[in-house]
């Protein structure tokens, strides 16, 4: 439950960031950062982080 309630709540961050007037550029670094901490935080709540980190690259 807490993951959809996260899910939503990224979702709505997302939507407030576009509403907000500013330039394009710092519009899609703050999405692009948002949906980076969300998946990251998805991995590590599936246990999906350990084994991407230890992936060599």
Known sequence: ?????????VGVVLWLINLIPMQ???KKILNAVV???AVI?????FGLWAYFANIAI
């Open 1 to 9: 439950m807490s993951v959809i309630i996260t899910l939503v709540v």
């Open 41 to 45: 935080w998805l991995f590590r709540i």
């Open 35 to 37: 949906v980076i901490f």
């Open 24 to 26: 394009p550029t710092i």
